[in-house]
């Protein structure tokens, strides 16, 4: 008799559940929401604003569907479009301009089904329709931007050092210092390799001069710096999209993809994508005669009354319209802790920013400085700090009273005002979303008529081991769809393609299973030792060629990009999910057919012609 012993039974149970659990929310579709989210860690989106927006929405007589917090964001779902795009207007009046307010499309499963994870997979570009945009990063822009923080870094460094030279000019990728003697130049070159590793330097003794280039490996870490700035500071700027889902990836050494499905208004996106911040260092008023002037609707000439948003809520700051400093002059910004311990935010500047921030602080010790970002026609107040003393060697550090969030938050504002190197649009597509919608039909239909096709020759063909085959199949495209929804995976065409091709190997194997046991049948093997035979024989054919297949898969995964690294994932996951149905899930039905029957005369597997039948 073929029987499996208790533990495969209930492996094979136990995935089924968990397949139909994880495939169930892809059948719910989705629903209209409102998603709130803050761009600062200092301000959270908590319980606190879940009520705010719970007691504006009752003000309004608007009922949400559901309201919960979901990570770092607040999501409210309503029944229809309209109900959503009045509640928006009514959360933006209520939160203010602290918070970003998207619309969003969530899912509909129930809550039940969220609570164990069990999410619908995200849609591509090309299903949901949105636009892409390559973007190419200008390498030389960034190098020229480090050469020219180089030379202002050499310049200050000899200059605290006491050394003296002549000229310091950049000839392309190489800077050259010129010395007076022997001994000055043996005194550069120490300092120099001690402050500025990333840089190699060549002595010439008899003209004393000193040569310095980039070296290899800081060339690349220049690039690749540049690159993920950029990337960090497009997703910060796509949040204003309400984008449930973007693509923003590296596609080779200075390229970056970005895809935003659901975004047709391809004129807002390249705005946000190309937009540029500014940061402004100005003075702080603080002679509370002009401030409360100010306050009461009289500002001073050359002064302008701004907000200052703090964790204590916004307060009013008067500040000279005069800039002192811009943020071109900053080269990085980064969180830190001061000399006691508390959290600061640590700024490089350039060697213009650097003499300006020395003479600036110098002549207002005492006085509150501001920084300023300023973003489409917006102004902000990221930090006033006190000086305390003449800041020089361009680099500043600015403390106070702030948490480790807070800082975290100015260091990026600082940086990622702007972007790190400039980018220009090489590509641009944009894919609408009825576009989107029949690309699914389509790839929906396909597929069902493929399985259809599948499933009719082989019931025809093999009869009971047919239909077998058939329901084995139906459970491997169940589990498939159950691990893109559990690693939340992005469908695209090509995973649809994908999906179809996985149905034609893993029949194969079944196809593979059933002749071998038709070839038992015909040599005299009894029923239940064909069944035998025929499925650990044809083990091995089935497992060489699916791992020569998985190699493939892999490198595709490996090397590919884009749409052949989505094709590669669903590819290689469609192999695993056959093996396991064509092999083990398909042999346990057969088991509970026939494998129950002590006596078994004859086995439904289609036509089974012996060799006698053949002469005749």
């Known amino acids: 008799m073929n029987r499996y012993p208790l533990w495969k039974y209930l492996v094979i149970v136990v995935a089924l559940i968990v397949s139909a659990l994880y495939t169930l929310p892809n059948f719910y579709g989705e629903t209209p929401a409102v998603q709130i989210s803050s761009t600062r860690q200092s301000m959270p989106v908590d319980t606190t604003v879940m009520e705010r927006v719970e007691g504006a929405l009752k003000a309004h007589q608007i009922t949400p569907d559901g309201v919960y917090l979901d990570g770092g964001s607040l999501k409210v779902r309503f029944k229809d479009t309209d109900v959503q795009i009045k509640a928006r207007d ?56 480090t050469m020219e923080r180089y030379a202002g870094d050499i310049r200050r460094e000899l200059k605290d050092k006491k050394i003296r030279y002549g000229t310091l000019r950049r000839d392309g990728d190489t800077l050259t210092v010129q010395l007076r003697d022997q001994e000055t130049l043996a005194a550069a070159e120490k300092a120099i390799v001690r402050t500025l590793p990333g840089l190699t330097l060549k002595a010439d003794d008899a003209n004393y001069t000193l040569k310095l280039a980039l070296k290899p490996e800081e060339i690349t870490r220049i690039e690749s710096d540049a690159v993920k700035q950029n990337i960090t500071t497009l997703h910060n700027r796509v949040n204003e999209l309400g984008v449930a889902e973007p693509v923003i990836q590296q596609a080779g050494p200075n390229r970056i993809v970005v895809q935003l499905p659901g975004v047709q208004d391809t004129a807002k996106a390249k705005d946000i994508l190309g937009r540029t911040a500014t940061l402004q260092v100005r003075m702080v008023e603080d002679d509370p005669g002009k401030v409360n002037d100010a306050i009461a609707g009289n500002v001073p000439m050359g002064y302008e009354l701004l907000d200052e948003l703090t964790p204590r809520g916004p307060s009013k700051i008067l500040v000279k319209k005069d800039v002192e400093l811009t943020g071109d002059n900053i080269n990085d910004a980064q969180p830190t802790f001061d000399e006691n311990g508390a959290p600061a935010v640590s700024i490089n500047l350039d060697s213009t920013g650097a003499g300006i921030f020395r003479q600036v602080t110098a002549e207002n010790i005492g006085r509150r400085m501001a920084m300023i970002l300023v973003e489409k026609g917006k102004t902000e107040v990221v930090t006033a700090p006190v000086i305390r003393s003449e800041i020089g ?44 919608k029949e690309n699914i039909e389509k790839g929906f239909h396909s597929t069902l008529w493929g399985f259809a096709a599948i499933a009719v020759f082989m019931v025809i063909y093999y009869r009971v081991f047919g239909l077998i085959s058939v329901l084995s199949l139906g459970v491997n495209v169940l589990m498939l769809v159950a691990l893109l929804s559990m690693l939340q995976a992005t469908l695209t065409l090509p995973g649809i393609a994908a999906i179809a091709l996985t149905l ?22 009894p029923p239940q030792s064909a069944i035998q035979a025929g499925y650990s024989h044809a083990w091995a054919t089935i497992l060489d060629s699916n791992v020569t297949t998985m190699i493939a898969g892999l490198a595709l995964l490996i090397f590919g990009s884009g749409p052949v690294r989505g094709f590669a994932v669903v590819h290689c996951l469609g192999i695993l999910t056959s093996m396991f149905s064509a092999v083990l899930v398909s042999r346990g039905f057969v088991n509970l057919w026939y494998g129950r029957r002590r006596r078994l005369s004859s086995i439904s597997v289609g036509q089974v012609w012996k060799p006698e039948q053949e002469a005749k």
């Open 90 to 145: 009514v959360i933006e009046q209520a939160l203010g301009d602290n918070y970003i307010i998207a619309l969003n499309l969530l899912s509909a499963s129930p809550q039940w089904l969220a609570k164990i994870h069990a999410n619908p997979m995200f849609l591509g570009l090309d299903l949901r329709g949105g636009v892409h945009f390559l973007l190419e990063v200008d390498m030389k822009a960034a190098l020229d931007k």
């Open 393 to 436: 060697g361009g680099r500043v550090q600015i403390s106070g009273s702030m948490n480790s969030a807070e800082a975290n938050d100015t260091a990026l504002l600082l940086r990622a005002g702007s972007l790190a190197a400039p980018m220009q649009i090489i590509e641009e597509r944009t894919v609408g979303p009825s576009l989107g």
């Open 504 to 525: 034609g190997m893993a029949i194969d194997a079944n196809v593979l299973i059933n002749e071998r046991v038709r070839e038992e049948l015909r040599n005299g093997m």
